[in-house]
């Protein structure tokens, strides 16, 4: 073998070497985690809840002198469940790099909404979305801002209407056997606009399954006190999606 020959096949086996080592490099390096999104209120794909960690109070502005509007707690008012929030925007508070988070509240009026120090909560994020029109007597499920599944259901009638507006799943209560309200009653963070009190509670509105009595009532009909009755396979299959927090629009 001629010299000029032997020093291109060397250089051709180093080159190769080279390449060989430079993908072996590539697979072994850990693929870059993904930049979760910035904490905002919710869209039509995705929403921010805090998971409250620990009892703090909520203020009227991101800062810490701010008026008191509310004690929050990690403990639900009903069924003693973890306490889940819809955040609906975040700041950073001026001059210094504390996060914090507005959430909804589940207190009346319907709507209420405070600022929490976002150290007290755990955030994260959920595709799943509500929507009930009340005119079609329809709720619709989607998922990353893509609709999954529509069902009828039973609706406030006009003396005690549904109320419109943005709310969000407060606490998922599973029922007794045998429970007219179905396996699940999803309580939600809005409040009958005509009772006061109903059934031993503040009046909150729930989405719920239906037995016994409640049958007569046909779904696709208004004549609930504001609640939201659906079958018992489909609130079953809710409840095991909609956690604390998930935004529920009536419309």
């Known amino acids: ?10 250089a051709a086996l180093l080159i190769a070497a080279g390449a060989l080592a430079a ?7 850990p693929a870059a985690a993904a930049v979760p999104p910035p904490v905002a209120g919710p869209t039509a794909k995705l929403a921010w809840t805090a998971k409250v960690i620990y009892p703090t109070m909520a203020r009227s502005a991101p800062r810490a002198g701010a008026r008191r509007v509310a004690r929050v707690s990690t403990v639900a008012a009903w069924d003693g469940g973890p306490v889940g929030l819809l955040v609906l925007g975040a700041r950073t508070e001026a001059g210094s790099e504390r996060l914090w988070i507005k959430v ?3 207190e009346r009026p319907n709507g209420r909404s405070g600022w929490i120090d976002a150290n007290y909560a755990k955030l994260s994020t959920t595709p799943w979305r ?18 999954v599944r ?3 259901v039973v609706i406030g009638k006009p003396g005690t209407p549904t109320p419109r507006g943005l709310f969000a799943v407060y606490e998922r209560v599973r029922q007794p056997p045998g ?3 179905g396996p699940f009653a999803l309580q939600l963070t809005a409040h009958s606009n005509t ?4 059934g031993g509670g503040p009046g909150r509105v729930a989405m719920h399954g239906r037995s016994g009595a409640l049958l007569y009532d046909p779904l696709g009909s208004a004549r609930s006190h504001g609640c939201i009755r659906m079958q018992n396979r489909i609130v079953r299959w809710l409840a095991a999606r909609a956690r604390p927090g998930t935004p529920v629009e009536i419309r």
């Open 104 to 106: 909804q509240l589940p």
């Open 1 to 10: 073998m001629s010299r000029g020959r032997w020093a291109r096949g060397r």
């Open 179 to 181: 429970s007219e309200l």
């Open 130 to 147: 509500l929507r009930l029109d009340r005119d079609a007597r329809r709720v619709t499920a989607f998922r990353s801002g893509r609709r």
């Open 23 to 29: 993908s072996s490099l590539a697979a072994a390096r």
């Open 150 to 152: 529509s069902w009828r």
């Open 195 to 198: 009772l006061k009190n109903f």
